[in-house]
């Protein structure tokens, strides 16, 4: 099993640019996550789903859209790059055990993103 | 606005040193997590806490849950080079926005 992948692991941008970033998992979770991470700031959750077809506002979700239209796939798109969204990028899935218990985040590699 | 504070934010100490990380918030989780992370890569889960005032172990990492599970602490006895990373705490509140620390950041030189 590979996990969690993402794609690509890099990409410069200009200001006013569009992009995707492609995070999947073979891992049958239900559940994927969206992070960035900034010095200093932690993980902070842009976006999340609950499951195929659905997708839900996180923390920091302005600027960025979303599509999980297959259950292995979550899509991050940036429809228009501020140099405020130079980040690293984090994806995650994840289930949840017995009783309403979250069970591990597996995450991605990252994608490091940065925006001129 | 749920927040999870860590402290200290950096810390450098020499190997063998014992030392502790903190997580606090006024928030209660149902779950709190402690992931590890290596430059360049993705946080790697820990160990997880589900009970107040549980204590896991491992090896030379002890991890407690606070009563109230508003907060958690990890221990590391001997340090040693292999354990400098970024240590991140995770809280669960039951739903689906989940909260990250803003991290640790450990350096043990040897």
């Known amino acids: 099993n590979a996990g969690v992948t993402q794609t690509p692991k890099f990409r410069v941008l200009k200001t006013g640019q569009s992009m995707t970033l492609l995070c999947a998992q073979d891992?049958?979770?239900?559940?994927m996550y969206w992070y960035r991470q900034d010095p200093g700031m932690g993980l902070r959750l842009i976006h999340y789903s609950v499951g195929e077809g659905t997708t839900a506002k996180g923390e920091v979700p302005d600027g960025y859209n979303v599509s999980r239209l297959k259950k292995q796939n979550f899509l991050l798109g940036l429809e228009s790059a501020a140099p405020s969204q130079t980040s690293v990028y984090f994806c995650a899935s994840s289930y949840k055990g017995s009783g309403g218990i979250e069970e591990t985040q597996y995450f991605g590699p990252g994608t490091r993103l940065l925006v001129l | 606005t749920q927040l999870l504070e860590q402290s200290p934010q950096f810390l450098s100490i020499q190997e063998g040193e014992n030392l502790t990380v903190y997580c606090n918030s006024s928030?209660?989780?149902?779950?709190l997590q402690w992931y590890r992370q290596e430059p360049g890569e993705g946080p790697v889960l820990l160990v997880t806490?589900?009970?107040?005032?549980e204590v896991k172990k491992l090896k030379r990492l002890t991890f407690q849950f606070g009563d109230a599970r508003k907060d958690s602490s990890l221990h590391i006895t001997a340090a040693q080079p292999g354990d400098t990373g970024l240590y991140l705490c995770h809280g669960d509140t039951g739903g689906f926005k989940t909260i990250f620390g803003a991290g640790t950041r450990l350096f043990v030189k040897a």
């Open positions: 806490v589900v009970t107040g005032g």
């Open positions: 891992m049958n979770h239900e559940y």
């Open positions: 928030s209660v989780f149902s779950s």
